[in-house]
C-alpha cells in the first residue's frame, strides 16, 4: 500500500516565526543576544545540563535570573558587575572554599569562576549537576580537570593575555633587582645594618636575556628588555616570529649557555615538569641569574639551592611554587614544602607569593574578558576562547532572517 508523503513544510514555516518571536531576536545583526526575561520560563523547571542522544529536548528560552553563578578568590568587580547585569543569580565569596564546602556549594550552580587555589576536581565537577561552564579568572587552568570537564560538556574558559604586561613588568624589576642585589641591601637596611657595596653589582644594559616560552608575555617582555639595552634570545618548541633584533634558539642547552639571565614561561605540562633542574643549572653561565614567574613544577627547587650556595647562580627570583598555600598567613614553611627553610635562608633570592599577574589593571581587564566570555557561553553557546573544547561563534539571529533557524 503507497503512503503519502507528509507535507510539513507550511509547518516549519508556521513554527518558524513562533521560535524566532518567542527568543525576542535582535533587529541587529551584530546587537548581543541577551536571553528573554522570566515571564519566558521554564515554568518551575530547573535549568540542568542534559546529554546529547537519538531523542534531544527542544531548545527553549530560559530564564536570565534562573541562572546561578559562584564567585569564589575575590573575583574583580568589573567581572561580577558584567554577570550581575545580566541579571543572573551572583553568590560571591573573596576566598576559596575547602572541598566539602565546595561540592555543597557547586550542586546547584550553572556556572563557577574561580582563580588559581580553587582545585575542580573530578570529585568535585561529578558533584556539580548542573555545571555548564566554568570561567578561571587567570592564565592558567591546571587547577582544573579539563578531560573530565569536556567528557561532561563543560566548558572552560581562562585569560590568557590580559595579565600579561602586569607580568611582564614585574620580571623587569626583578632582573634590575638581582642584578644590583636590591632585596639583600633593602634586608639589611631594616636590620639596621650600612652596606655599601658594588662588588657584583651590574647595569643590565649589554646583558643578554634568555626567554623560555616566546607567547603572550615572553614577547612582550621581549620589547620590554630591548628597551632596556639588553640582547634578548628565546626557546620555544614552535617556531615563532621574533619582535625587534630577538633571536630563536633551536635548543634549550644552546639558550642556556648563552644567557646571563634566564626566565621560564612555559605552561604545566608532563614535558615542562623540572624542566630546569641539576643538569640545566649546569649547563648555564657561572654568576647567571634564574627567574620563573610561569608555574612551580617547571624548576627544580632543591637543584637550584644547590646551584646557589654553589654560586653557580648569583641569584633567582621565584614567584610560584610546587605547593602553594589556600589563603594568606604564615604558611611558606617546611610543612608546605620541605625546602622551604633553605630556600629562605639564600642570599639574593627574590620570593613572592604568586603576585605575577596582581595588579589592579590586570585583574579588572581579566574580571571583563572572562566575563564576557562566560555570557556569550551562556547565552549564546559560543565557545571562542574555550580550552577544552572546539571554537563555535554562531551569529545572533535577527527579526530580518523569520526563516532561519541556528
Not at 554577570?83 to 550553572?110: C, N
Not at 612551580?296 to 611554587?321: E, H
Amino acid at each position: 500500500m503507497e503512503t503519502r508523503p507528509l507535507d510539513i513544510t507550511s509547518q516549519v514555516n508556521s513554527l518558524v516565526p513562533q521560535v524566532s518571536n518567542s527568543l525576542s531576536l535582535s533587529n541587529s545583526p551584530t546587537a548581543t543576544f541577551h536571553s528573554p526575561t522570566s515571564s519566558y520560563g521554564y515554568g518551575g523547571q530547573r535549568l540542568t545540563r542534559t546529554s546529547t542522544g537519538a531523542f534531544t529536548k527542544q531548545l527553549k528560552p530560559f530564564a536570565t535570573e534562573d541562572i546561578k553563578i559562584l564567585l569564589l578568590e575575590n573575583v574583580n568587580q568589573t567581572g561580577r558587575d558584567n554577570l550581575t547585569q545580566q541579571g543572573y543569580q551572583v553568590d560571591f565569596y573573596k576566598s576559596s572554599l575547602p572541598e566539602d564546602e565546595l561540592i555543597a556549594k557547586i550542586r546547584d550552580v550553572h556556572v563557577i569562576g574561580i582563580r588559581s587555589k580553587t582545585k575542580l576536581t573530578a570529585r568535585v565537577l561529578r558533584e556539580a549537576k548542573n555545571l555548564i561552564v566554568i570561567g578561571c579568572f587567570c592564565i592558567g587552568t591546571n587547577q582544573v580537570d579539563l578531560q573530565y570537564a569536556a567528557q561532561h560538556g563543560i566548558a572552560v574558559f581562562n585569560s590568557p593575555f590580559s595579565n600579561s604586561r602586569s607580568v611582564a613588568e614585574l620580571i623587569i624589576g626583578e632582573i634590575i633587582s638581582l642584578a644590583r642585589q636590591l632585596g639583600d641591601r633593602s634586608n639589611e637596611m631594616h636590620n639596621g645594618t650600612w652596606s655599601k657595596i658594588s662588588n657584583s653589582c651590574w647595569e643590565i644594559r649589554g646583558k643578554t636575556l634568555g626567554i623560555i616560552g616566546y607567547g603572550h608575555i615572553g614577547s612582550q617582555l621581549s620589547v620590554l628588555a630591548e628597551a632596556m639595552g639588553m640582547s634578548v634570545i628565546y626557546h620555544d618548541t614552535v617556531n615563532l616570529m621574533a619582535l625587534g633584533s630577538a633571536r630563536q634558539i633551536p635548543t634549550l642547552a644552546g639558550l642556556l649557555r648563552e644567557a646571563d639571565f634566564v626566565t621560564c614561561h612555559v605552561p604545566e605540562l608532563p614535558e615542562t615538569k623540572k624542566m630546569i633542574g641539576a643538569e640545566q643549572f649546569e649547563q648555564m653561565k657561572k654568576g647567571s641569574y634564574l627567574i620563573n614567574a610561569s608555574r612551580g613544577s617547571v624548576v627544580d627547587i632543591p637543584a637550584l639551592i644547590d646551584a646557589s650556595r654553589s654560586g653557580k647562580l648569583a641569584g633567582a627570583a621565584l614567584d610560584v611554587y610546587p605547593s602553594e598555600p589556600a589563603g594568606n598567613g604564615d604558611y611558606f614553611q617546611n610543612d608546605l614544602n620541605i625546602w622551604a627553610e633553605d630556600l629562605r635562608s639564600l642570599k639574593n633570592i627574590i620570593l613572592t607569593p604568586h603576585i605575577g599577574g596582581s595588579t589592579e589593571e590586570a585583574q579588572s581587564a581579566i574580571g571583563v574578558e572572562v566575563s564576557e566570555a562566560l555570557i556569550r557561553y551562556v547565552n549564546q553557546g559560543t565557545t571562542l576562547g574555550a580550552v577544552n573544547m572546539p571554537e563555535v561563534n554562531l551569529r545572533s539571529l535577527t527579526m530580518d532572517e523569520p526563516n532561519h533557524m541556528r
